[in-house]
């Protein structure tokens, strides 16, 4: 058994919401604790509890927040999505982590998927972690629009310069859908993302299928794989043969130059690995990469 608690905590102009697992019946000794955010717009509500509930079965705190701007988290505008925020949103993340007594400040594991998988990379090459997990992992801006077709790309770019134009202005963010169909202008819109994305919803929990237009250069410009080669405790890259979003061959070329790397292929799209017997294979494999690397 395990208890969730709602907490918060202090990230540059605001705070962020989150979810502290703990384990029942631990003793005194503070906890091994892992981070853990998600993808593009995406909030925790989105799978991450099963992924958490998962880690505190095994004995692990687990700390799973919301990015500002975004789900229970405050921050203005909404839907506000900056690649520079939501990396030190994690930082303030390990930080608060690092400062409860009932965690151990030496044995902080980080999780990320999708995007936030390019972020724990750069996390973890640039502050000392025991150990990382990143799961279909961003890693390169360009290999990813180019899997977009190239009209949506030059909509979606349209959209971006309105965006940035109008903030400069003080206008309300211009929006661009984050989930589309093929053909339509979003920032998705391969075949599986509508059933795949919006299907990790759960009914009755408020979710904006879109934000500010301005990421899309974020986006194109970020190269998270690069820092790999410089992340030197243990890396878990699992890379999804069939990813649409975050192009297989490039991820795992990236995620290969890491010192103490491991990556896994799996056969599935990249929305597949978040339920049924996909998510099964990578919880699995992530418990005992956790237990190798943040013993209990």
């Not at 605001?14 to 998600?38: I, N, Q």
């Not at 919880?283 to 005992?288: G, L």
Request: aromatic content about 8%; glycine content about 8%.
């Amino acid at each position: 058994m395990t208890t969730r608690t709602d907490v918060t905590f202090p990230s540059g102009d605001s705070e962020c919401a989150a979810w502290l697992y703990l384990p029942d019946g631990t003793g005194p000794d503070p906890l091994p604790v892992v981070v853990m955010a998600h993808g593009l717009g995406a909030i925790r509500e989105m799978r991450l509890d099963a992924f958490a509930e998962r880690f505190a079965a095994a004995g692990y705190a687990v700390l799973v927040f919301d990015y500002r701007h975004f789900g229970a988290s405050a921050g203005e505008p909404r839907q506000l999505l900056s690649v520079k925020r939501q990396r030190e949103d994690w930082k303030a993340a390990i930080t608060y982590a690092r400062g409860r007594e009932d965690l151990d400040p030496r044995r902080v594991a980080l999780w990320g998927s999708s995007f936030a998988g390019g972020h724990v990379i750069v996390t973890a090459a640039e502050l000392p972690v025991a150990a990382a997990i990143a799961q279909c992992p961003f890693t390169d801006g360009i290999s990813s629009t180019l899997a977009i077709p190239p009209l949506t790309s030059v909509k979606v770019t349209l959209r971006a310069l309105r965006d940035v134009v109008g903030a400069r202005l003080g206008r309300e963010p211009v929006m661009v859908p984050l989930a589309g169909r093929p053909g339509e202008t979003a920032l998705m819109s391969a075949p599986d993302v509508v059933p795949g994305y919006l299907g990790l919803v759960p009914e009755g929990v408020p979710f904006r299928n879109e934000v500010a237009a301005r990421v899309a250069f974020d986006i194109l410009a970020a190269r998270p794989g690069a820092q790999a080669s410089r992340v030197t405790c243990p890396l878990l890259v699992q890379v999804c043969d069939d990813d649409t979003v975050a192009p297989a061959s490039r991820t795992a070329r990236l995620a290969a130059k890491a010192p103490l790397g491991e990556v896994s292929r799996h056969a599935c799209g990249h929305f597949d690995i978040y339920d049924g017997p996909d998510f099964e294979r990578v919880v699995d494999e992530q418990v005992a990469f956790l237990k190798r690397h943040v013993p209990l």
